[in-house]
């Protein structure tokens, strides 16, 4: 069956960084589109980034450019996130996302807390 694995979360001081990772597996990675969303305490679920099956990635804010890069290996059908400049407002549940046009999946969530 379909799976999403999240892993890496964790507590982080303020500034720090964290890299966490999507394992997939039941599906072929290769071909699908593949994101980050977050959903932080009391708001709702939130995009952070996409990565197509070529690779190409796209930020979903602002705030994330320069401090956030998503990436793929196809090979292991993973998906990275990898998160500096870390802030308290990063502090959410991150889950993986797998899309096709006819198919999506969601990760169970690993939880990152930024925090001194």
């Known amino acids: 069956q379909v799976q999403l694995v999240e892993s890496g979360g964790g507590l982080v001081q303020p500034g720090g960084s964290l890299r966490i990772s999507c394992a997939a597996s039941?599906?072929?990675?290769?071909?699908?589109?593949m994101g980050w969303y977050r959903q932080a305490h009391g708001k709702e679920r939130e995009l952070v980034a996409t990565?197509?099956?070529?690779?190409?990635?796209?930020l979903a804010a602002d705030s994330m450019r320069g401090r956030f890069t998503m990436s793929r290996d196809n090979a292991k059908n993973t998906v990275y996130l990898q998160m500096n400049s870390l802030k308290s407002e990063d502090t959410a549940v991150y889950y993986c996302?797998?899309?096709?046009?006819?198919?999506?999946?969601w990760g169970q969530g690993t939880p990152v807390t930024v925090s001194s």
């Open positions: 996302h797998a899309g096709s046009l006819t198919r999506s999946y």
């Open positions: 039941g599906f072929t990675f290769s071909t699908y589109t």
């Open positions: 990565i197509s099956s070529s690779g190409g990635m796209t």
